[in-house]
Structures are given as C-alpha cells and as structure tokens.
C-alpha cells in the first residue's frame, strides 16, 4: 500500500453533513398516532382519558409538546401539580383515577391550548417560528422567567425608594468581601436592605444556586441588614426539602421575609414600613 501524508486543512475540505433522520421507533409510533387523530368539534376534559388510555405514553408525549415543554421542564411540572399524590405523577396514578389525573392535568390548561391549535390555520412561517420557538426558546423563556420576576420586584421597590442599586455586589460585614443581590437599597456599602430574586423553573435557576445565593448573601451581610427574598414557581413543589431550607432561613431570622407575586401588597407595605424605621431617603 502507498503511505500517504495528511493535513487538516486537506481533511477539513473534504467535511460534509452526515445525513441522518430524527425518527425513532418511538417518533414513528408517535406520527402514525398522530395521522390516526380524529377530531370533530371541541375537545373535553374526558377526551383526555381516552387518549391516555389508548396510549399512555404517546398522549402525555403530545400534551407536553402543546404545552411548550421540554421532557425536563414537562417532568418538573407533572411533579409539581401532583405533588400531594401518593401515587405519583405517571402512569400508575392515571390507572389509578383517570378522571382526577386528567382534571389535575387539565389545570395547566390543556384543553383550552389543544382546541385553539387544532381550529388554528397555520403557514410555513407559523412552522419556522414553532421551530425556533422548540430550539433557542427553551433557554429563552428560563433567562426571561427571572427577568420578569425582577422586573415585578424593580416596579415595587421604585414606589418605595428614589436610590437603590440592582444587580451588584455589595459590601460584606467585615469591609472586606462582597455577596451579589439584586437590590441593594440605598446602595451597594453595607446597604440597609438586600433583596433577592429568583424564578425557579426547569429552564431557570436551579434549586443548589438558589441555596448556595442565599447562604452567601446571609454570610456576608450585616446581622441587622434586612434580607427579603422574593421567590416563585410552581415547579417549587417538586423539591419541597429545598423550598423549605429557605423558610428555615426565614424562621431563624436569617431572612426578613419570603415574598411571591401573590405577595405583592405584603412586599410594598413592608418596604415602606422599613423605610420609615430606618430612615432612608
């Protein structure tokens, strides 16, 4: 055999797509579901039972799909709704109580998505933007699920207060090191007030960063800074040990208070409350 020399340029030259399918035997199963699908007029409540009898796996595969949901984000949510059943969240309690599993699923809204897109008139464009939407969207709707929940916390502490700062470290305790918040009021030096924020979601802050943030932020502040944190997400009931080292947080006095947007009047009547005490312009 002839010896031969390669180089990469040479090889990177010659590179090209490798052509592959996303079906697998469980996407085959699932479009041959699909094409079978008939629906005539709207769709209810029980229809959902049926569908989940027929094919347990493949309904739950569709409702998560119109619902906008990764398999993780989807599993973080089924967890939560279903929380305070002893017989879980999948298959074995469906078999269980069809028509309580299916009116607790029905929660998140089902029905109401699965007849609005099934009487919706769609274009290529309508397919392009799906695409986008099942592809950056995910990571998207977790940067902007945090986004909003400052944005409702900003509006709150701008009623209240003329000088704050967002975003920053402050000054620890000892001068020396220094704890991210979202809201230092007045300011970043040793503030009388710290606020943080978090959005817990599957596509969101994850429940270690939540813990391992706040513990920071008690560490280094002052023993008679106010610490509020301001939290939400229904997928909190999916991992309640964690949700609730943050309310041991709250019930040693490490954290002043724990806000959510149903909060909202609470978290405004505590601001001004404190600004008074601590007179703060």
């Known amino acids: 055999m002839r010896r031969h020399t390669q180089t990469k340029s040479q090889l990177v030259a010659d590179l090209g797509e490798v052509v592959t399918d996303w ?97 919706r008139k769609y274009s290529w464009k309508d397919i392009i933007q799906e695409r986008l939407k099942m592809g950056r969207g995910s990571a998207i709707k977790g940067q902007t699920r945090g986004k909003n929940l400052e944005d409702f916390v900003e509006i709150i502490v701008g009623e209240v207060f003329d000088k704050f700062e967002i975003r920053k470290s402050f000054i620890g305790s000892n001068g020396l090191s220094t704890a991210k918040a979202d809201f230092c009021i007045p300011s970043t030096q040793q503030p009388s007030i710290v606020i943080e924020v978090k959005a817990y979601g599957a596509t969101g802050s994850k429940q270690s960063d939540v813990i391992g943030d706040v513990q920071k932020i008690i560490s280094e502040k002052r023993n008679d800074t106010y610490f509020l944190l301001v939290t939400d997400g229904v997928t909190w009931t999916a991992r309640l040990r964690d949700f609730e080292r943050l309310v041991e947080f709250q019930n040693s006095g490490d954290i002043y208070r724990i806000y959510t947007q149903k909060m909202k009047q609470e978290l405004l009547e505590d601001l001004t409350q404190l600004k008074i005490e601590l007179s703060i312009d």
């Open 23 to 119: 079906k697998d035997a469980f996407a085959i199963k699932f479009i041959d579901y699909l094409n079978n699908l008939e629906q005539s007029g709207d769709l209810e409540e029980e229809h959902l039972s049926l569908l989940l009898e027929q094919d347990f796996e493949v309904s739950i595969t569709l409702f998560r799909i119109i619902l906008e949901q990764s398999k993780d984000e989807f599993t973080e949510t089924l967890k939560a709704i279903f929380f305070e059943n002893p017989k879980g969240y999948g298959k074995t309690s469906f078999r269980f109580d069809p028509s309580g599993y299916t009116r607790t699923l029905n929660k998140l809204g089902l029905v109401r998505k699965i007849n609005e897109m099934s009487s």
